[in-house]
């Protein structure tokens, strides 16, 4: 029974690429949410996707970022034209829909700028 | 809109010490109130969760927390300290109602552990 799988667990990219990160969640949950940690930092809230839609992308910056959970396969986030300010771990959580059960988290994408 | 703040960003106690993380939230609603720990370069791992039954809940490793909708605090205790307890704590908050269900954390605290 695997848990949350993000990966790849490190990347590395160049200023002006673009980084895509992926996260499966756990077999039987249907809702995804994306945090961002930055160092010596809590984890701050991007988005969460059910199946094909957004439900609530208030913590999204506006441009270069974008998010997806599409009917097959796993939810993408993906950073266009990166700048070393994106250098963060991306964590990814899933939950089967009632909060009251808490999110479980995958490792994490930890991404560096260069 | 909820908010949570964890006083002291770092933590130190003796081993086999008092362990106590303090946590206060703000919520315009019942809260969903959970613990969770980061060790290091890994994802966070539920510790334990109030969800509106019990106010003292208990979790994994002997941790364990307690409600008190007065004080607007959800602290995280362990009565002796194991040197395997470092790592980062992160208390965080949901609302019960809204139809956001993620999740605001606050910005964490470091426990070290002396031997």
């Known amino acids: 029974n695997a848990g949350v799988m993000q990966n790849p667990r490190h990347l590395v990219r160049r200023r002006g690429q673009e980084a895509r990160l992926r996260c499966s969640p756990m077999k039987g949950h249907s809702h995804v949410y994306w945090y961002r940690q930055l160092p010596e930092e809590g984890l701050k809230f991007m988005v969460y996707l059910q199946k094909e839609n957004i439900i609530d992308e208030s913590g999204m910056p506006k441009e270069r970022f974008s998010a997806e959970f599409p009917k097959e396969g796993p939810s993408i986030l993906r950073i266009q034209q990166v700048v070393r300010g994106d250098s963060a771990a991306y964590f990814c959580a899933s939950s089967p829909g009632d909060s009251r059960r808490g999110y479980t988290f995958g490792s994490g994408t930890r991404l560096t700028v260069v | 809109a909820q908010s949570v703040t964890q006083l002291g960003s770092h933590v130190s106690v003796s081993e086999g010490a008092l362990v106590l993380l303090r946590c206060n939230y703000s919520s315009s609603v019942p809260p969903y109130l959970f613990w969770y720990v980061q060790y290091p370069n890994q994802g966070l791992q539920l510790l334990l969760k109030?969800?509106?039954?019990?106010?003292l809940v208990k979790g994994i490793n002997g941790f364990e927390a307690e409600f008190k909708k007065s004080e607007t605090s959800f602290h995280l205790t362990k009565p002796s300290a194991h040197m395997s307890d470092a790592a980062e704590y992160f208390c965080?908050?949901?609302?019960?109602?809204?139809?956001?269900?993620?999740?605001?954390f606050g910005s964490g605290t470091r426990l070290q552990v002396q031997p």
């Open positions: 965080a908050v949901s609302d019960q109602d809204t139809g956001r269900r993620a999740l605001t």
């Open positions: 109030y969800t509106s039954a019990a106010t």
